[in-house]
């Protein structure tokens, strides 16, 4: 049976579909929105250059910061001077060696002074938080 003897705003089934598919999408999406917002509401808590770090670590550029924010949060809640020495001693380093703060270098700058300070506890504490 061909649908054209219908009037048009009757339901059918494949605009049923299309309806459901579009609401669906609109949810999905929409559920999205505020996770973002909180991570970026939170980064400005994050010491410098430790999200960067988290990310050199592990490197996931479809990943949202979220999922780098949240547990890296928690890492500066429960070792706020470990955090604090460790990034000290990281942009001391970028500085000596750069000239410029550790989350400013590119990324093979970056991965070099990481690779100098892999086995210390500061880097394998947010490591193990991640």
């Known amino acids: 049976m061909h649908d ?14 299309s309806i459901s598919g ?4 609109a949810f999905s999406l929409s559920q ?26 592990f490197p996931h550029e479809f990943i949202s910061d979220h999922h780098y924010v949240q547990p890296l949060l928690g890492l500066v809640d429960e070792q706020p001077a470990l955090v604090a020495r460790g990034l000290d001693v990281l942009q001391q380093q ?12 590119d990324e093979a700058e970056r991965v070099a ?10 880097f394998k504490t947010p490591c193990a938080a991640a």
């Open 4 to 17: 054209s003897a219908r009037p048009h705003g009757t339901l059918n089934r494949r605009r049923f579909l």
């Open 22 to 25: 579009q609401s669906l999408l």
């Open 32 to 57: 999205l929105i505020p996770v973002n917002l909180l991570a970026e509401e939170r980064l400005p808590d994050l010491p410098d250059g430790l999200l960067r770090m988290g990310r050199d670590v």
């Open 94 to 105: 970028a500085q000596q060696a750069h000239g410029s703060p550790f989350e400013q270098l």
């Open 113 to 122: 002074l990481l690779t100098k300070i892999e086995n210390t506890p500061f």
